[in-house]
């Protein structure tokens, strides 16, 4: 069992960056495969980024060039880097945990954290 706790967000501007942080339980975070989701209110969840477990990344084009996802396998704290942010950005984001290799399909995933809401003014 993968408990995920993601904290860092907050209200910011357009153009204004912000760093998430996704903490997670377990002695096997270096196997997982994590990733960062988003849902706006009344839009469907959507995927932003995902590292596998060695590392591999992979971006959705809206956010490729101003997010970076990181891992640091000895905290078990998964991060997403965020600049230039944009009111469109706004979001709950959650990240989520599966075996091994990364997925930008959210069904794919076995753990999810509660979100943190990231908010973007224009």
Not at 18 to 32: D, H, I, K, P, V
Not at 50 to 68: C, E, L
Not at 86 to 91: G, H, I, L, R, V
């Amino acid at each position: 069992q993968v408990q995920l706790v993601e904290s860092g967000g907050g209200l910011v501007q357009a153009g204004d960056s912000l760093s998430l942080s996704c903490a997670a339980s377990g002695r096997t975070f270096s196997s997982y495969a994590m990733g960062w989701f988003r849902q706006a209110p009344g839009k469907e969840r959507e995927f932003v980024a995902t590292i596998s477990w060695n590392n591999n990344t992979y971006y959705a084009d809206s956010v490729k060039g101003r997010f970076t996802i990181s891992r640091d396998n000895a905290k078990n704290t998964v991060y997403l880097q965020m600049i230039s942010l944009k009111p469109e950005d706004t979001a709950v984001y959650s990240c989520a945990a599966r075996t091994r290799l990364g997925s930008s399909m959210a069904a794919d995933y076995n753990y999810w954290g509660q979100g943190t809401q990231v908010t973007v003014s224009s």
